[in-house]
């Protein structure tokens, strides 16, 4: 779909903690539920310590996404995979600073191949590191838990950084996501430190499923409540 960029808050749920026996259906149904965004963690075994899916995968979701389509690549080397996420029907298709030595080929990239750009930094790493390139980028994701597994804690030290990327930021169109930990308790902390994207796995799926997704929708009406949207 076309992305158009604002500062609404949006809820991106992460389909990581989603029925893995049936993801498309679990798109449309979170979908249907009030998500704004479907979010897609990509691992390798490499960059992370998890496997999940590929490109393959992403194509066989897509036509089940109406909204954006928001790919995380938790992988390392990512500039040989780009083209094929892209083809795959990626939005938004995110890498990690800490992923190779030339993350502003990266971007530039991303960006040529017809795709929004996104940069993600892990907690280690400061906020700093995404100034040089806040004028190549679309989005940044701030991990708030060390990436390669759904379910961790929130680690609260990132609120700081947020708050330093929001001031950095300015007016420029560029989106700042939380991934990890996020559900009602964090999502106003992070909300308040200026992100607009809250990608959230377990705190949404929660207590549905595809037969009866209504759980999902009381969730997502949490969090964004508790954000203050």
Same mark, same amino acid.
């Given at each position: 779909?076309?992305?158009?960029?604002?500062?609404?808050?949006?809820?991106?749920?992460?389909?990581?903690? %989603?029925?893995?026996?049936?993801?498309?259906? $679990?798109?449309? *149904?979170?979908?249907?539920?009030g998500? /704004?965004? !479907?979010? &897609?963690?990509?691992?390798?075994?490499?960059?992370?310590?998890?496997?999940?899916?590929?490109?393959?995968?992403?194509?066989?979701?897509?036509?089940?996404?109406?909204?954006?389509?928001?790919?995380?690549?938790?992988?390392?080397?990512?500039?040989?995979?780009?083209?094929?996420?892209?083809?795959?029907?990626?939005?938004?298709l995110?890498?990690?600073?800490?992923?190779?030595?030339?993350?502003?080929?990266?971007?530039?990239?991303?960006?040529?191949?017809?795709?929004?750009?996104?940069? %993600?930094?892990?907690?280690?790493?400061?906020? $700093?590191a995404? *100034?040089?390139?806040?004028?190549?980028? /679309?989005? !940044?994701? &701030?991990?708030?838990?060390?990436?390669?597994?759904?379910?961790?804690?929130?680690?609260?030290?990132?609120?700081?950084?947020?708050?330093?990327?929001?001031?950095?930021?300015?007016?420029?169109?560029?989106h700042?996501?939380?991934?990890?930990?996020?559900?009602?308790?964090?999502?106003?902390?992070?909300?308040?430190?200026?992100a607009?994207?809250?990608?959230?796995?377990?705190?949404?799926?929660?207590?549905?499923?595809?037969?009866?997704?209504?759980?999902?929708?009381?969730?997502?009406? %949490?969090?964004?409540?508790?954000?203050?949207?």
């Open positions: 779909m076309t992305h158009t960029f604002n500062r609404a808050l949006k809820i991106a749920p992460s389909i990581l903690a %989603a029925d893995f026996a049936a993801f498309g259906a $679990e798109c449309e *149904a979170v979908e249907g539920q998500a /704004d965004w !479907v979010h &897609v963690d990509v691992m390798d075994g490499h960059f992370v310590p998890n496997i999940t899916f590929g490109p393959a995968m992403c194509a066989a979701l897509r036509p089940h996404i109406r909204t954006v389509m928001d790919v995380h690549l938790m992988i390392a080397p990512v500039d040989p995979m780009i083209n094929a996420f892209v083809d795959a029907g990626a939005d938004i995110t890498a990690h600073v800490e992923a190779g030595p030339h993350v502003h080929r990266t971007m530039q990239a991303i960006r040529a191949a017809g795709c929004k750009a996104g940069l %993600a930094l892990n907690p280690g790493t400061p906020v $700093e995404v *100034a040089p390139l806040l004028d190549d980028i /679309d989005l !940044v994701c &701030v991990m708030t838990v060390n990436p390669g597994f759904g379910g961790q804690s929130f680690i609260e030290s990132q609120i700081t950084k947020i708050r330093a990327l929001r001031k950095m930021i300015g007016d420029r169109p560029v700042i996501e939380v991934d990890g930990g996020v559900d009602s308790t964090t999502a106003p902390m992070v909300r308040s430190a200026g607009d994207v809250l990608v959230a796995g377990s705190a949404v799926f929660r207590g549905g499923s595809v037969s009866d997704p209504s759980a999902y929708g009381r969730n997502i009406i %949490a969090i964004r409540n508790a954000a203050g949207a």
